[in-house]
């Protein structure tokens, strides 16, 4: 009995160290993705883009009417990308617009971070 729970615990640890790894790199991954298949046409029967696109549609209806108002009026005038793959994902509109959105994020919290460290 006392193996089984060990494989069972070595398990769960497996499975919680997946989920911090595809949060923090599911971006990278899609981004290298799209390089290596780039589409002109954002409604080509894409299955890894169509579901990324039903998720993200489930999320903004399940999140309210407050997210989606938020996502449609994020504007990244301000930012500059530093990773020119997001371009291969202009085809794909919300994806576009989700990744953009991430990546900015993340960049202003690594400035963010980099200042606090520099204090």
Do not use: C
Not at 13 to 18: K, N, P, R, V
Not at 44 to 50: I, Q
Request: hydrophobic share 35%; proline share 3%; net charge negative.
């Amino acid at each position: 009995m006392l193996y089984d729970a060990n494989v069972i615990l070595r398990v769960v640890e497996g499975f919680h160290s997946l989920q911090l790894y595809a949060n923090a790199f599911w971006v990278e991954h899609l981004l290298e993705y799209a390089s290596l298949n780039p589409r002109s046409d954002g409604r080509a029967g894409d299955p890894l883009m169509t579901q990324l696109l039903e998720l993200y549609d489930r999320f903004i209806r399940h999140s309210g009417p407050e997210i989606k108002s938020t996502v449609d009026a994020f504007d990244t005038t301000t930012e500059r990308l530093q990773d020119i793959r997001i371009q291969n994902l202009t085809s794909w509109g919300d994806i576009y617009g989700l990744v953009r959105q991430v990546l900015t994020h993340r960049q202003a919290s690594s400035r963010h971070q980099q200042a606090e460290k520099s204090e």
